[in-house]
């Protein structure tokens, strides 16, 4: 009997819901021939149901998510909803009460996909951060005192355990290990000023490093220093590791010199629980129902999601069809100058995961 996986997917705002029919439709491809099934439950949390009914997430939307095997999010972010509601109370709510400690977010340049960066190719761009996602500044306590007078104070703290630090270090090495490419972890932080915080993580660094990863090579960069090896020297990274704020920021970097948010994708991972994939760009709602946006990024959200359920074959199809489609198809990864529409692209990538 071939295996069922329960997915649910959150379409969301936007071209979200756009970009998951493409992906969805390239994972049955790769279900259909690599013989497992999808069991999708569809769940409408976005903009248009918090604008209708004033609730943002169900309190029983995390157990809910819970029961399954894995989700797929299409994007949050409506434009008549003010910043940070939607996003605070559903993207960030779910990756904390799923405790999703980690974002996992590839830079990938595939064949034919243009990069800003001079000279630099496939060959260069070819590595993976490991974003701490459960702490730091995203869930340090905080607040304002004497709001609007010209006394006014605001405070937002950094704050880490041993625990989330060890547990996101443990997975990076994991990871890096398993990758077996360059065997090089490289810790992103801020020693010479965040003298607290990167102070644990660089000690946790070496000493899970020396101890259980004697094989993996151990690099330190500041994330200034980061910024800028990762545009004249990206071929140096394998593996970056870092806390939740300086991750937040270096994948977006990592992610226009990979082709932009077209085409960039990330999953936030509970190792031991359920998972969410997403591409990280954002909802473009401009561009809703245009059949114009580029589903690559949900494409390879969902190959993501394979990949972490053990679909390893289907996982590995949709990025050869990935490579086929930016290395001989589309003109552009950009919104409406791909030569080809959003659902075209969905069928171009499903017929070659179906039959190669
Ligand atoms: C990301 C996004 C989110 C973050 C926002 C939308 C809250 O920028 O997934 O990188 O800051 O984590
Ligand atoms: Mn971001």
């Given at each position: 009997?071939?295996?069922?996986?329960?997915?649910?997917?959150?379409?969301?705002?936007?071209?979200?819901?756009?970009?998951?029919?493409?992906?969805?439709?390239?994972?049955?491809?790769?279900?259909?021939?690599?013989?497992?099934?999808?069991?999708?439950?569809?769940?409408?949390?976005?903009?248009?149901?918090?604008?209708?009914?004033?609730?943002?997430?169900?309190?029983?939307?995390?157990?809910?998510?819970?029961?399954?095997?894995?989700?797929?999010?299409?994007?949050?972010?409506?434009?008549?909803?003010?910043?940070?509601?939607?996003?605070?109370?559903?993207?960030?709510?779910?990756?904390?009460?799923?405790?999703?400690?980690?974002?996992?977010?590839?830079?990938?340049?595939?064949?034919?996909?243009?990069?800003?960066?001079?000279?630099?190719?496939?060959?260069?761009?070819?590595?993976?951060?490991?974003?701490?996602?459960?702490?730091?500044?995203?869930?340090?306590t905080g607040g304002i005192s004497m709001k609007?007078?010209?006394?006014?104070v605001a405070v937002q703290s950094?704050?880490?355990?041993?625990?989330?630090?060890?547990?996101?270090?443990?997975?990076?090495?994991?990871?890096?290990?398993?990758?077996?490419?360059?065997?090089?972890?490289?810790?992103?932080?801020?020693?010479?000023?965040?003298?607290?915080?990167?102070?644990?993580?660089?000690?946790?660094?070496?000493?899970?490093?020396?101890?259980?990863?004697?094989?993996?090579?151990?690099?330190?960069?500041?994330?200034?220093?980061?910024?800028?090896?990762?545009?004249?020297?990206?071929?140096?990274?394998?593996?970056?590791?870092?806390?939740?704020?300086?991750?937040?920021?270096?994948?977006?970097?990592?992610?226009?010199?990979?082709?932009?948010?077209?085409?960039?994708?990330?999953?936030?991972?509970?190792?031991?629980?359920?998972?969410?994939?997403?591409?990280?760009?954002?909802?473009?709602?401009?561009?809703?129902?245009?059949?114009?946006?580029?589903?690559?990024?949900?494409?390879?959200?969902?190959?993501?999601?394979?990949?972490?359920?053990?679909?390893?074959?289907?996982?590995?199809?949709?990025?050869?069809?990935?490579?086929?489609?930016?290395?001989?198809?589309?003109?552009?990864?950009?919104?409406?100058?791909?030569?080809?529409?959003?659902?075209?692209?969905?069928?171009?990538?499903?017929?070659?995961?179906?039959?190669?």
């Amino acid at each position: 009997m071939s295996k069922t996986y329960q997915i649910a997917v959150l379409p969301g705002d936007g071209t979200g819901p756009e970009v998951t029919r493409e992906a969805v439709k390239v994972l049955e491809a790769a279900a259909a021939r690599y013989g497992f099934k999808l069991a999708l439950t569809e769940y409408d949390f976005g903009g248009d149901r918090y604008l209708k009914t004033g609730e943002v997430l169900p309190d029983s939307a995390a157990d809910e998510l819970r029961k399954h095997d894995a989700i797929l999010l299409g994007a949050i972010g409506h434009p008549d909803v003010k910043p940070g509601i939607l996003e605070k109370g559903i993207l960030l709510r779910l990756r904390f009460e799923l405790d999703q400690y980690i974002n996992l977010r590839p830079v990938k340049l595939f064949p034919g996909v243009e990069t800003p960066l001079k000279d630099k190719g496939p060959e260069q761009i070819d590595y993976v951060v490991v974003r701490e996602n459960s702490g730091g500044l995203y869930t340090g306590t905080g607040g304002i005192s004497m709001k609007g007078t010209p006394h006014e104070v605001a405070v937002q703290s950094m704050v880490y355990s041993r625990h989330q630090v060890e547990r996101c270090l443990r997975f990076a090495f994991d990871y890096t290990r398993k990758r077996n490419k360059r065997n090089t972890l490289a810790l992103c932080g801020k020693t010479n000023v965040l003298t607290y915080v990167y102070d644990l993580w660089e000690r946790a660094f070496h000493e899970i490093g020396q101890a259980d990863y004697p094989e993996i090579r151990r690099d330190y960069y500041h994330v200034d220093a980061t910024c800028m090896w990762m545009v004249k020297n990206p071929e140096w990274f394998d593996v970056i590791v870092t806390g939740n704020m300086f991750g937040d920021i270096i994948t977006d970097l990592g992610a226009i010199t990979q082709g932009g948010m077209g085409i960039a994708a990330g999953g936030n991972l509970n190792p031991e629980g359920v998972s969410m994939f997403e591409p990280i760009g954002g909802s473009a709602p401009k561009y809703t129902g245009q059949n114009v946006i580029n589903p690559l990024a949900a494409v390879c959200a969902g190959q993501m999601l394979l990949d972490t359920l053990g679909e390893t074959e289907g996982a590995a199809a949709i990025e050869r069809a990935v490579v086929h489609v930016t290395g001989s198809k589309l003109k552009s990864m950009a919104a409406g100058r791909m030569g080809y529409s959003t659902q075209e692209v969905g069928d171009l990538l499903a017929q070659f995961v179906a039959g190669e």
